[in-house]
């Protein structure tokens, strides 16, 4: 039996939530499931992904395939790091300490793109102010 974790739809009409499973491949994408291992929220502001992480590694372990957006979820929450980190045979402390140098590092990326984001927001909203200014005093001429 192959196994592949992958998102099974939940939620009401454009409104998902995804619960993130370990089901086997030839099962429809809502139908029977093995394990529930997490939860994603892809509506929310930003994103929410709930992962439990042993479990995860459990099947990964055995051989569950992830799909594309699944390794993508597992990557963001460092599941797939951990994971390539133990297989190098590191120490827990070891794994701890690059995990959390890794969290932190992804956290200021973060804010970083978020100051970004919101630089871009003003100054558009800026150049928006002043086009309408410039057209209104346009027209009125």
């Given at each position: 039996m192959a196994?592949?974790?992958?998102l099974r739809r939940m939620g009401k009409k454009k409104?998902?939530?995804?619960?993130?499973v370990a089901v086997d491949s030839r099962s429809p994408r809502d139908g029977k499931f093995l394990e529930a291992i997490g939860t994603y929220h892809p509506k929310a502001t930003p994103h929410k992904v709930d992962i439990l992480e042993d479990r995860a590694m459990y099947w990964?372990?055995?051989?569950?395939?992830p799909t594309d957006t699944v390794k993508s979820l597992l990557r963001q929450k460092g599941v797939i790091y951990k994971r390539e980190l133990i297989k190098r045979g590191?120490?827990?402390?070891?794994?701890?300490?690059?995990?959390?140098?890794?969290?932190?590092?992804?956290?200021?990326?973060?804010?970083?793109?978020?100051?970004?984001?919101k630089t871009n927001k003003e100054?558009?909203?800026?150049?928006?102010?002043?086009?309408?200014?410039?057209?209104s005093s346009e027209v009125s001429a």
């Amino acid at each position: 039996m192959a196994v592949k974790l992958r998102l099974r739809r939940m939620g009401k009409k454009k409104q998902p939530i995804y619960k993130i499973v370990a089901v086997d491949s030839r099962s429809p994408r809502d139908g029977k499931f093995l394990e529930a291992i997490g939860t994603y929220h892809p509506k929310a502001t930003p994103h929410k992904v709930d992962i439990l992480e042993d479990r995860a590694m459990y099947w990964l372990g055995v051989g569950a395939q992830p799909t594309d957006t699944v390794k993508s979820l597992l990557r963001q929450k460092g599941v797939i790091y951990k994971r390539e980190l133990i297989k190098r045979g590191l120490t827990e402390e070891q794994i701890e300490a690059e995990l959390a140098s890794w969290k932190s590092k992804k956290e200021a990326e973060s804010e970083k793109k978020n100051k970004v984001k919101k630089t871009n927001k003003e100054a558009e909203k800026l150049e928006g102010t002043t086009e309408v200014k410039g057209a209104s005093s346009e027209v009125s001429a």
